[in-house]
């Protein structure tokens, strides 16, 4: 499985069965996980500060994971692209494939509502255990000191870098838990690999993803 698939998991509400992600563009969200996933891979690589990141390919050769070497085969054509275009290409139908991976590895079940004559498609989560556990251990490093692990650590960086820690945290727990996951971002954990596809991954959600919707909300 995937950053992304983990993060659409952790997301999933068992009691409404919906997406929680709370984002002006959820699939951006998805192509943040997959960019963190490529650039830990040495396949993808973040170059450049502020407006002028750009994000190149290192290494086309197939993905094992299949959602992300979906995300991949998009952006094969070797172009360097600005971050927002990269994030855009990778996170295309991101949240339907997440989606697709995770009722195909079991772990959750689809099925269509109607409401006032209007299908809408929700998810069952069926497997609580990997859910509970991936919260569990990303609350326990950012709340309890627990060490953060090659699964917990990506999933940290990437919450933090979508906005997203409040999936995991209440509102009273969030402001240690965001300088807790800044701490992680920036330890020795990992390999610098690692933790270099943690800040770039940031940087290139925040020009992506951020920087437009701070524009769209000043000039509206």
């Given at each position: 499985m995937s950053i992304a698939t983990d993060l659409v998991l952790v997301a999933t509400d068992p009691t409404t069965h919906k997406l929680t992600l709370s984002s002006v563009d959820n699939d951006a969200i998805i192509g943040g996980a997959h960019l963190l996933e490529l650039v830990a891979a040495r396949r993808l690589a973040v170059e450049g500060t502020a407006k002028k990141v750009r994000v190149r390919v290192l290494d086309g050769s197939p993905y094992p994971e299949p959602e992300v070497e979906d995300a991949l085969a998009r952006m094969r054509d070797g172009k360097t692209r600005k971050a927002s275009d990269a994030v855009s290409r990778l996170g295309?139908?991101?949240?339907?494939?997440?989606?697709?991976?995770?009722?195909?590895?079991?772990?959750?079940?689809?099925?269509?509502?109607?409401?006032?004559?209007?299908?809408?498609?929700?998810?069952d989560v069926v497997d609580i255990v990997r859910r509970e556990d991936l919260i569990a251990r990303v609350r326990g490093t950012l709340l309890q000191g627990l060490p953060v692990d090659a699964t917990s650590g990506p999933l940290i960086g990437l919450l933090q870098a979508?906005?997203?820690?409040?999936?995991?945290?209440?509102?009273?727990?969030?402001?240690?838990?965001?300088?807790?996951?800044?701490?992680?971002s920036a330890g020795d954990w990992a390999s610098a690999g690692v933790k270099d596809a943690i800040?770039?991954?940031?940087?290139?959600?925040?020009?992506?993803?951020?920087?437009?919707?701070?524009?769209?909300?000043?000039?509206?």
């Open positions: 295309k139908n991101g949240v339907q494939n997440a989606y697709r991976r995770l009722v195909g590895a079991g772990q959750v079940r689809d099925r269509q509502e109607s409401i006032l004559g209007f299908k809408l498609r929700r998810y979508s906005d997203q820690l409040k999936l995991v945290t209440s509102r009273e727990e969030r402001k240690p838990a965001k300088a807790a996951a800044e701490a992680v800040t770039e991954t940031q940087t290139a959600l925040a020009v992506a993803v951020f920087t437009p919707t701070i524009i769209a909300t000043t000039s509206s």
